[in-house]
């Protein structure tokens, strides 16, 4: 896999997947190797992805100062990135919690970024993440379907703090189509994710929403934020928040689709980020009509 160097010294790696115009993905979990988001949906056919491994995930080395596993110590390896690959601006996709990284990033380097997709983000950053009663209110969306009635004490005993839930049981309220392909996905969590780093990126002492609100009210690219009708964590009126953060965001829920809507629907997902990014990086893209 293609390496580079962090500020810090940490080596850290990034797989890379289609042709064309390259665009650079920020995965979520927290720290989750970038693996688990595949060619998202066949955007990869469109798009040349440059699918970053944060550090300690994947490929990518675990840093000497665990501190910098936070989220804003990791914007400076999202620049060298950049860097290394020669851009002067680029097109960013990030995932989840891959958001609060990529909105830190367009904060502090809005003339970097040519355009911004945020799939499903729990604004973390802006300080508003999903509530237990949003992720339950969506859980119940599933009642009928015909393994809600075991998943739905456990995911609820989650959500009161009574530990981890086997993710073969509560998986399904995070995916659309609760198929094969959703299960094996979530079977790999545990294995892809950086358990030492997952707790520290989201700490709050990482974020400043008031600061970020204003900052991000100056960034001039375009955004599409993309929720999953299906979705608790964000619900898409939660989602709606990231649009509202940005001068020049446009707001989509794709239907059907939970928290990975590329696996739900892959064609309307590719279709409808890849029809933005191309939109995106038009002449006068940048401005609002």
Known sequence: MPMFTAPDGTELAYRVSGEGEPLVVL?????????YLGDLGGLADRRRLILLDLRGTGDSARPADP?????DRQVDDVEALRVHLG????????HSAGGSLAMLYAARYPQRVSGLALITV?????????????R???ARLRRGEAWFDDAFPAFRAWLGGEGEPDPAVVGAFFHGRWDDAARAHEAAVD???CAEGEERFLDPAAFDPPALRSALAEVTAPVLVLAGELDGGPRPDRARLVADAFPNAEFAVQPGAGHYPWLDDPGRFAGRVGDFL???G???AAHRG
Do not use: F, H, I, K
């Open 191 to 193: 294995e892809q994710t």
């Open 282 to 284: 038009r002449p006068g």
């Open 136 to 138: 339950l209110a969506a």
């Open 87 to 94: 851009r002067e601006r680029m097109d960013v996709l990030a």
């Open 27 to 35: 995965p979520g979990g927290p720290l989750r190797a970038s693996v």
């Open 122 to 134: 729990n604004p973390w950053a802006l300080g508003r993440p999903a509530t237990a009663q949003e």
């Open 67 to 71: 501190a910098t596993y936070r989220c």
């Open 278 to 280: 191309a939109r995106a």
